[in-house]
């Protein structure tokens, strides 16, 4: 089983700071694709950000140039940083990763239970 924690969240002013952290840990052959989404009240989850392998993030336009993704292969574990945060980023945030357990079995998708980001204004 491939177990994935997420850690960092809390409340935040506008114009603040907070960093996110998931460590995915278990059986763990390989990782493909670390992944942030994000789920409001009311509204469906949406992607934030993600790094698939060793390709460049890649980022919702809501939160370009604000939000910083980042890998750590050796760890399995991924970083999101959110700088001039906003009300509108209100929300659970979750850590998504597709890994596969063994060299001979397929990718599977592995969610954390999502930790709390509060933006008061």
């Known amino acids: 089983q491939v177990h994935v924690v997420e850690t960092g969240g809390g409340l935040a002013q506008a114009g603040g700071s907070l960093r996110l952290s998931c460590a995915a840990s278990g059986s763990i052959f390989r990782i493909n694709d670390m992944r942030w989404y994000r789920q409001a009240p009311g509204k469906e989850r949406e992607l934030v950000a993600s790094i698939i392998n060793n390709n460049g993030p890649n980022y919702a336009d809501s939160v370009k140039g604000r939000f910083n993704i980042s890998r750590d292969n050796a760890k399995n574990t991924v970083l999101l940083q959110m700088n001039s945060l906003k009300p509108e980023d209100t929300a659970v945030y979750f850590c998504?990763?597709?890994?596969?357990?063994?060299?001979?079995?397929?990718?599977?998708?592995?969610w954390g239970q999502g930790t709390q980001v509060t933006v008061s204004s």
């Open positions: 998504n990763v597709l890994a596969r357990q063994y060299a001979w079995s397929s990718t599977q998708s592995y």
